[in-house]
C-alpha cells in the first residue's frame, strides 16, 4: 500500500515537516531500515506496548517513498563522489596553472621593464597584485585563469612572453577555467523544487515518528520482559549518527 499524505490534517503535516527538516533522507532511510530489520524479529512483542503491524506497514511505505524519490540510491552516490573528486582535481589543476602563468607574466614584466615598456608592466603589477590569493572556489578561480590570460593575451605582453612559456600558457589558462565550470556545475546538484523539498522533509518526518514511538514501546517491551536485546535492536543510531540538516538530540 503507498503512502497516502493528502489524508493529513495542515497541522499534523505541518509538525512533521518541521520535524524531518531536523534530519538527512539518507539518515532517516538507513533508521527505517534499522527498524523496519529489527520488526522482523522482535515485532511480535511491540504490540502490547504501543507499536502494531500498521505501523510497521506506515513505515515501510514512507520508507518506500524515500527509495522511489532517489534516496539511497547507490548510483546516484557514486556520481556525487566522482562529481567530488573532479572538483578537487579541476582546483588543483587550476591552481598549478595560476602559479605558472604568474610566473611567465613576472618573466615578461621583467623583459618589459627592460624594454621600457612602463603601461604594460604598472598592468601585469596591479593584477598579480589584485590576485595574490588563489581562489578556492572554481568559479572565483576560473576567473583569475580568464585574466592571467586576458593579460597574457595582450600584443605587448604575448611577444614578451612567447619565448617564456606564454603561448602554452594562454592554452591551458583556457582549457583549465572551462574545466573548472565544468567541474562546478556537475558538483551542484539542485536540491529540488520547493514541493519536492517539502515532501520529502515530510516523509522524513513521518518516518522520524514511526521509529521513535517503535524504539519507545522497545524500551518498555525490553524492561518488562527481561529482555535488552528488544531495545538494542530498535535504537535510533542511525538517525543521530550524524545530521545532513542540522544538529538534533536524541529524546531521553
Known amino acids: 500500500m503507498a503512502l497516502d499524505l493528502t489524508t493529513l490534517s495542515p497541522d499534523v503535516r505541518a509538525a512533521f515537516i518541521k520535524d524531518g527538516e531536523r534530519f538527512g533522507s539518507e539518515d532517516t532511510l538507513d533508521q527505517a531500515n534499522q527498524t523496519l530489520n529489527a520488526y522482523l524479529t522482535h515485532g511480535s512483542k511491540l504490540a502490547p506496548f ?4 500498521e505501523d510497521a506497514a506506515e513505515l515501510k511505505d514512507a520508507r518506500d517513498a524515500l527509495i522511489e524519490a532517489g ?4 548510483s546516484k552516490r557514486t556520481s556525487k563522489k566522482v562529481d567530488t573528486a573532479a572538483h578537487a ?3 588543483r589543476d587550476g591552481q598549478a596553472i595560476r602559479l605558472r602563468a604568474r610566473s611567465v607574466l613576472a618573466g615578461a614584466k621583467r623583459a618589459l621593464l627592460l624594454a621600457g615598456k612602463v603601461d604594460a608592466v604598472q598592468k601585469i603589477d596591479v593584477l598579480l597584485g589584485l590576485d595574490s590569493v588563489a581562489s578556492d572556489d572554481a568559479e572565483g578561480l576560473a576567473k583569475q585563469l580568464d585574466a592571467l590570460r586576458t593579460a597574457l593575451k595582450e600584443p605587448v605582453v604575448a611577444e614578451a612572453a612567447k619565448t617564456r612559456g606564454g603561448p602554452q600558457a594562454a592554452l591551458d589558462l583556457e582549457s583549465r577555467a572551462q574545466a573548472l565550470r565544468d567541474a562546478a556545475k556537475s558538483k551542484a546538484e539542485p ?9 520529502l522533509d515530510l516523509i522524513d518526518g513521518i518516518i522520524v515518528s ?13 524492561r518488562e520482559l527481561g529482555e535488552p536485546a528488544i531495545a538494542t ?13 542540522k544538529k538534533a538530540e536524541e529524546p531521553k
Open 50 to 53: 504501543g507499536f502494531v503491524a
Open 71 to 74: 534516496i539511497g540510491r547507490v
Open 89 to 91: 582535481a579541476a582546483i
Open 191 to 199: 536540491r529540488g523544487t520547493p514541493v519536492e523539498t517539502e515532501t
Open 210 to 222: 514511526l521509529t521513535r514511538t517503535a524504539r519507545e514501546a522497545a524500551d518498555a517491551a525490553a
Open 233 to 245: 535492536a530498535f535504537e535510533l543510531s542511525a538517525l543521530y549518527k550524524r545530521h545532513a540538516k
